[in-house]
């Protein structure tokens, strides 16, 4: 079965201290993995597609990288704004759309 | 470009009761994904529909939940006497066939007294 992995749980980080959040995955046959971004009470905002390790993109201060275990979403100087928990999910090849989710790193940025 | 609309935002039931939600996914948008997610993880996949057909079904989704997509555009949730641990957030996504992004909508928070 389909498992993610997201490591730290919760991260402080001052602001503009830049940092790394951890995305591990086991899954028969990668299609896609994706970061998520969610504010509280509100759905899931989309930020990456990634499908092939060394696969690397970009969007302000994030970076995501893909490897064939882990993912990281690498966080360049925050601000209080960048301020979520950040989702990670994987989607297996074969045909099937089920998207299978992490648990989610909770992010807080002090000013 | 509208996104995914999701209706209610918020429904407090009593147990035993039906509810219902509707989700309006992204127009040109032909997949439709339902998830549901508890307080501190991840949504969990419940089903899917290409167009009208309902595709993929997880086995979280008991027999007192039944999902349609009567003409392949909104979508319907719906959960038959509810109990409390119905009580999570309710998430819809869509996404082209073309596509394996899916785009979420803000959910429906369901509270089961």
């Known amino acids: 079965e389909d498992q993610v992995t997201q490591s730290p749980e919760a991260l402080r980080l001052q602001e503009g201290e830049s940092s790394s959040l951890n995305c591990s995955y086991t899954v028969s046959g990668l299609r896609g993995l994706f970061w998520y971004r969610q504010d509280p009470g509100k759905g899931p905002e989309f930020l990456f597609t990634?499908?092939?390790a060394g696969e690397e993109k970009e969007k302000e201060r994030l970076k995501a990288t893909l490897t064939k275990k882990e993912s990281f979403l690498h966080i360049t100087a925050p601000k209080p704004e960048d301020s979520a928990t950040y989702l990670c999910?994987?989607?297996?090849?074969?045909?099937?759309?089920?998207?299978?989710f992490g648990t989610g790193t909770k992010l807080q940025v002090i000013p | 470009d509208t996104g995914v609309s999701q209706n209610p935002r918020h429904k407090i039931t009593k147990r035993g009761q039906n509810v219902t939600f509707r989700c309006d996914p992204i127009s040109e948008h032909n997949r439709l994904y339902w998830y549901r997610q508890t307080l501190g993880q991840g949504p969990e996949f419940l089903t899917y529909f290409q167009n009208e057909a309902q595709l993929e079904k997880s086995r979280l989704l008991s027999d007192r939940f039944s999902a349609e997509r009567p003409k392949g555009s909104f979508s319907t949730l719906e959960i038959q006497r509810t109990e409390q641990g119905d009580s999570a957030m309710y998430l819809c996504?869509?996404?082209?066939?073309?596509?394996?992004?899916?785009?979420f909508g803000p959910g429906t928070r369901l509270l089961v007294l």
């Open positions: 990634l499908y092939s």
């Open positions: 996504a869509s996404s082209l066939a073309t596509v394996e992004t899916q785009y």
């Open positions: 999910a994987v989607q297996a090849s074969g045909g099937y759309q089920k998207v299978t």
